[in-house]
């Protein structure tokens, strides 16, 4: 029995007939880790020592007849997510070396349910890209095929699930950076409704875009995930205690279900190979009892203009506290413009500065009418076509991701085309809207993923639609290199 291989029902019961031991199970991934991660490269910092610490403490719960859901469970952290004493990177040489002295919301619900953590995971400097090769340390590989990316920017934890080296890992989506990594690299990947997770301890690159998701190997995972850090949370004011159906959530329903599927989600814009992929699964849903109808959200076509005025105009404001004066990298100057100057430099990448810049200039007098207020203005009448739908529908189903993963490097000299990578998942964020992607199938060896996007605080449909899905559709295997 391969360890690393199991689902987290599966470790869970293992854990608790005693199988093998929650100390066990730390070091079959700390192997695994060690044995592909030099290939992967998915993991910034690993820290055994404490993983197996965890594991015994989580062992020690065990014994005394403990049988929390997560308990044992070995997990993965974006490295954005705020870990107290390991070093948290956001990927960027302005915090290489910074460790904290607090940790995040979600972070502290996963260690006092018992997770144990094997590490923090690679992402584009300040999740801001969609390839993982804005890293400033290294860029991460795709499990499926080493020469190409994983996705981004959380493309670091959908690798770790991908290759198994973790069965659970988490990231934040802002743009679509849970979602189409996930696609990518042939894992499920959930962003939660704005507000169901707190964001308290998640490093900031757009504060009303981000959310914390988890990645997994099953749907029935990623519930699990997803239910450990959902909930208010006094530290997080945008939070909100909203009902939630567990029951719901983990009962398989599809006959019947009306899905809307926007024509302009199957344009041109979409790969041919992609188009087809996701057709048959729309098939396979529809012999099933779907209801499947194509709508128009004519609003779509602005999602990804939108999205790159409002979001790097909040980055240029969350990123204003990195200035070499209280923590992370301080490069001197002859005073302390030049010193901040020279820090922000040396420690923000290309793409960090020139997000910076474009926030800076949209907010600046005299453009902010003509760029942002306009730009709100869409992302409003983006949210009130969504939820139109949804008053006849019961999800939005779409492709993840308009390609499968490209080549590293291939597109680094035409940003356009990296940005246009989140054209499908870029709206749920916009909304605030829940949404999930799944494997559901392969175009020429590489994963497809189908998306499902469902109204606001209602997780435990769209949970209950991915489950039936994900029974209806081929099962697309592991990556060769698991």
């Known amino acids: 029995m391969s360890l690393v291989s199991l689902s987290v029902s599966e470790m869970r019961s293992g854990l608790l007939n005693r199988e093998f031991s929650a100390v066990e199970l730390a070091q079959a991934h700390l192997d695994r880790l060690s044995e592909l991660d030099p290939s992967v490269k998915a993991f910034v910092t690993v820290d055994p020592e404490t993983t197996l610490a965890q594991a015994k403490h989580a062992q020690a719960r065990i014994d005394s007849g403990d049988a929390t859901p997560m308990l044992g469970i070995p997990i993965a952290l974006k490295d954005n997510m705020v870990t107290k004493g390991m070093r948290t990177t956001c990927s960027s040489k302005i915090l290489e070396n910074y460790v904290p002295q607090y940790q ?55 690798a770790a699930v991908a290759s198994q080296m973790a069965p659970i890992s988490f990231g934040s989506d802002t743009g679509g950076s849970v979602r189409q990594p996930a696609s990518l690299c042939g894992v499920v990947g959930f962003k939660p409704t704005y507000g169901r997770v707190s964001r308290y301890g998640l490093i900031a690159f757009a504060s009303s875009l981000d959310q914390i998701g988890p990645f997994a190997r099953c749907v029935s995972d990623a519930i699990d995930a997803f239910e450990s850090v959902m909930g ?29 599927m926007p024509r302009e989600l ?108 306009k730009a709100c203005q869409a992302r409003t009448l983006m ?31 035409d940003p356009m085309a990296l940005k246009l990578a989140d054209f499908c998942t870029i709206p749920a964020n916009m909304g605030g809207f829940p949404a999930l992607s799944l494997p559901c199938g392969l175009a020429n060896g590489l994963p497809v993923g189908l998306q499902l996007i469902a109204k606001s605080f209602d997780e435990e449909h769209l949970f209950s639609i991915a489950l039936a899905t994900e029974e209806v559709l081929p099962k697309i295997g592991m990556p060769a290199i698991a």
């Open 232 to 260: 208010r949370d006094a530290m997080d004011s945008t939070t909100i205690e909203a009902s939630y159906d567990a029951s719901v959530a983990r009962t398989p329903a599809l006959n019947g279900k009306r899905l809307a």
């Open 383 to 413: 949210k009130r076509q969504f939820e139109e739908v949804f008053t006849k529908y019961d999800a939005v189903i779409c492709p993840t991701s308009p390609t499968t993963a490209f080549r590293l490097g291939e597109k680094l000299d």
């Open 104 to 158: 995040g919301t979600a972070a502290s619900k996963l260690e006092s349910l018992g997770a144990v953590f094997l590490g923090k995971t690679n992402l584009d400097e300040f999740a801001m890209g969609t390839s993982t090769e804005y890293s400033a340390f290294f860029a991460t590989r795709n499990p499926w095929n080493l020469e190409c990316v994983p996705g981004g920017s959380s493309g670091g934890s959908a």
């Open 266 to 373: 199957f344009s041109d814009d979409i790969s041919p190979d992609v188009r087809a992929v996701v057709r048959d699964a729309l098939d396979a849903m529809s012999n099933s009892g779907a209801i499947i109808e194509e709508v128009s959200l004519p609003i779509i076509e602005h999602g990804v203009s939108t999205y790159y005025i409002i979001a790097p105009a909040e980055a240029s404001s969350n990123l204003a506290r990195f200035d070499g004066v209280r923590y992370g990298l301080r490069v001197d100057g002859a005073n302390s413009i030049d010193m901040m100057t020279n820090t922000r430099s040396a420690g923000f990448g290309k793409e960090v500065q020139e997000r910076i810049i474009i926030g800076t200039y949209v907010l600046s007098s005299g453009y902010y009418d003509a760029f942002y207020a």
